[in-house]
């Protein structure tokens, strides 16, 4: 037993320690969330979910669990327990997996690198071995800050960074009692082989490395489903987002997403698609200049009409599964973030942007929303958690052996 009162210890929006039985609520209360399913498919699809453990990848697995009655393989990269706690995406993963357990579902967690071919060979292994062999959905949600291609051995690293010229966006940051304030920063253009650095960390190529892994060895079934997913943003964070770096990289997946989509109709009468989902509070967005304050300013125009993740990953298993018909924009991908960029939402978050300023940011946006959802992605500031009292924070990972 190594149980312990854990604290909140943070550098701006990143967090030292995770607190386990928050961690465990939270996945708790995304299943609750959750639609009971309309109907029980004949057969459980077998999914795999690479990306599990944080922010859409979760919501993924969860709704894929508890909507879709998947069954199958997650795929994460998370640090166990040691000198400090577990990342807050071990502890999650321990919760999912005892939830799959109770509710009957047959679910595996893998823990490494998705990049590599090692993993993707030990998921072929896991398909063939405990699952028939058949692989009927894979949803494909990475975030790195880097890649190594298995084939040359070259590492390559993404970055944030605009195109063409600096840029220069309000941000908000928020000072040791939790107080906002809204500061101008300025991010450096890209320059070098920055784009092509985080096209081959952020971009498709690993997506379709994955397909052509799993269609090698014959273990995508009839009408075999893909989707990876994306973001495109409002107007306002644009320069830094879509038309920046991470944007080219984002183009690269949906340009993939085309050419897998081809393929795949010929070969299992499949489908491949990209899933642009809508703004959030997660561990990648949190890094982004502007983003933080867009949210912020987002849910202070919307409060609870914001849609979280775990309710737009379930109607992206709804339209993957053929609850209702794929709905797909002009360029095929899958929209989950048209009520972000609904026109009258997004006249009125520019309208509190243009205004917003230390001295009235309390009134425009919802600061102890948003700080309260940075500290959950920890585990911390979860209601009904006793912060004052030990946790165990030994927790193992889920046993991959037995069902």
Known sequence: MSEHVIAPKNRGFLFLDSHPAGCERLVKDMWQAVPAPSRVPDRAPVALVIGSSAGYGLAATIAGLARAGIRGIGVCFEKAPGRRTGTAGWYRTAATAELARRHGH???????????????????????????????????????????DPDTGTTYASVLKPVGEAYSTKTLVFDDRGAGEVREVETQPADGDDIEQTVAVMGGTDWERWIDHLADRGLLAEGFSTAALSYIGSPLTAAIYRQGTIGAAKSHLEQTARILDERLAKLVDGRAVTSVNAAAVTQSSTAIPGIALYVGLLRGVLGDAMVPPIGQLTDLWDQLTGVRPLDLDDEGRVRLDTWELDPAVQAAVTERWNAAATENITELADLDWFHAEVQRLYGFAVPGIDYAAPVETDIAWPDTTAP
């Open 106 to 148: 047959d679910m595996v967690f893998l823990n490494g690198d998705a990049f590599s071919d090692e993993m993707k060979h030990r998921v072929a292994q896991v398909l063939e071995e405990r699952f028939g062999g058949r692989l009927d959905h894979l949803i494909y949600s990475v975030a790195a800050p880097r890649r190594t």
